[in-house]
């Protein structure tokens, strides 16, 4: 073997060990990351979307009682309409399409939350059986939210350090992967709510 080729060689597999770890090893562990994110988000909209599903059912048990008060359910139904037109691209979590999306929810959230409250006056819809099931199944439901945001800013936080740590923030911006937003508790959660149990 000639003396000039042993350097050309050695430059050679050191240039494809190093492509192999950039692809290999950073890449497709950077997109293995990234999907696995996308996926939790979308667990977290279907949360919601179990939510609003029986958020519309709920509405239809009360509506059945001629005397409820029409403008609460009218504040629920619009608010849940609201919340259902807001979806967000899992590949596009910007830190203002989540604001705009956490905000529709709060309002359904708010405005269940009166719904709720207003049942409180009406004995006939509390001993309905289709309310308390519908009831006791939201319950549920918004702990499974609970636990979705939880594991989706879980697997924000495994991505995000893959691409900050070096040398995975050196290639992160070559191979075009971006920080990804985490799901934030809204504006003032941090709060005691205030319960006022005057009717």
């Known amino acids: 073997m000639k003396k000039w080729l042993l350097p050309l060689l050695i430059t050679a597999i050191i240039g494809y060990i190093l492509y192999s770890w950039a692809v290999g090893g950073f890449y497709n562990t950077a997109v293995e990351y990234q999907e696995n994110a996308k ?20 509405v239809k048990t009360v509506q059945g009682a001629a005397d ?8 629920v139904i619009n608010a849940r309409a609201k919340a259902t037109s807001v979806n967000i691209n899992a590949g596009d979590l910007t830190p203002e399409k989540m604001a705009q999306f ?31 099931e519908l009831q006791s199944q939201l319950e549920g439901t918004e702990n499974r939210i609970n636990v979705a945001r939880d594991r989706f800013n879980e697997s924000t936080n495994i991505y995000n350090k893959h691409i900050k740590k070096f040398p995975g923030s050196f290639l992160a911006g070559i191979f075009g992967f971006d920080e990804m937003n985490r799901y934030k508790s809204d504006a003032g959660s941090e709060n005691a709510p205030n319960v006022d149990f005057k009717f």
């Open 102 to 132: 956490q905000q529709a929810q709060q309002g359904l959230t708010g405005a269940l939350s009166k719904l709720l409250v207003s049942v409180e006056r009406y004995p006939d819809i509390k001993a309905n059986k289709n309310f308390l």
């Open 39 to 58: 996926t939790t988000w979308s667990k977290v909209e279907s949360s919601y979307q179990r939510r609003n599903d029986l958020i519309g059912n709920l």
């Open 68 to 75: 409820f008060e029409k403008s609460t359910l009218t504040d």
